[in-house]
């Protein structure tokens, strides 16, 4: 298995991502975004990101959210995933990730899957 995939995209991509969320939140807060982050702090920005309603936990709706939000507008439409693909990949992940049974992904689950997928 690729050492730069796990359940929640490509970490390539998931990096471009989070920079371009962290470049967006930056310039409301009239902050920089320090071009060194390093992987680790990529994967918690991520996470954070995805977790609209910041509770800590990424539930099926927030991961949703997540595998439909890496579009570019200029991409051609017929690219975009179906309900149905993006349904089966969130199942997936809860069935995957889900270590407690909860129906949400936790910090520490989430952590885990990278580690998971990033050892492989």
Known sequence: MNQEHSNYGDQKDNKAHIREH???LAADASQEIPDDLKD????YYLFLIHDVNGDGFLDG???RAAFTDFGDEHEDA???LSLEEVTEMVDHVLEEDDLDGDGRISWSEYLESQSYHQDK
């Open 40 to 43: 680790e702090d990529m994967i």
């Open 78 to 80: 017929t690219q975009y």
């Open 22 to 24: 962290l470049k967006s």
């Open 61 to 63: 709706h927030e991961l």
